[in-house]
């Protein structure tokens, strides 16, 4: 009996096969994503260099403390993400390896969310918030929060869609009891964490660093 079997889905007939189109896939669906935060990334860096001064006395603003734990959060849980991808790669029976770090990964997830409420309801009460009511006088200081709270509120969703993927297989692998092992959903869901992750390490230092070192 092939050691993939029950791994096997329609309409594919080789396992390989299915695994290379799961990958392929996901890359295809990373690429696109990387085009669009690149996008915003690049809408940024355009109105940053427009008017540096005020994106640094609206840097200067944002929580410094709530930024660094996030990333230190989210870069624990791509580390407990890639050994639950490793382990399920092989076929050497580290089922309950994958599973505490499936489950640790969305807990790191959870948490990295709970920060980021705390992040916002400090801002809404500081009035960072682009309105009439805002904090800052310069008015170039609206558009950085602008840009801040739709590029961190769409990585909180992206987040928020990766903590459901995990949830479902750490799921799956306790009362379901699915193979694990050379389980190609681990794989392509490794993939889009470590895409969500990697977005986050662009997005710590363009929010969190200007003005901080005039």
């Known amino acids: 009996m092939s050691e993939t079997t029950g791994l096997l889905k329609e309409p594919w007939k080789y396992f390989e096969r299915q695994r290379e189109a799961g990958t392929f896939g996901i890359w295809v669906f990373l690429a696109s994503e990387a085009l669009f935060f690149g996008a915003l990334i690049l809408t940024y860096t355009v109105c940053r260099l427009e008017n540096i001064e005020a994106f640094a006395a609206a840097g200067r603003e944002t929580d410094i403390w ?101 949830i479902r297989l750490t799921l799956l692998g306790y009362f379901r009891n699915i193979r694990l092992d050379l389980n190609p959903e681990i794989e392509v869901t490794a993939l889009y964490w470590h895409l969500v992750d990697i977005v986050w390490i662009f997005l710590y230092p363009l929010i969190y660093l200007p003005g901080r070192a005039l």
């Open 66 to 166: 709530y930024g660094t734990i996030n990333t230190g959060i989210l870069l624990t849980s791509s580390l407990t993400m890639a050994v639950a991808s490793q382990a399920a790669a092989s076929s050497g029976g580290f089922r309950r390896l994958v599973l505490g770090c499936l489950a640790a990964t969305a807990a790191l997830g959870l948490a990295f969310l709970v920060v980021k409420g705390f992040e916002y309801k400090e801002d809404i009460e500081k009035h960072l918030v682009p309105g009439a009511r805002f904090a800052l006088k310069e008015t170039a200081a609206q558009l950085f929060f602008g840009l801040y709270w739709i590029v961190t509120g769409v990585h909180a969703i992206h987040l928020t869609i990766g903590m459901v993927m995990v």
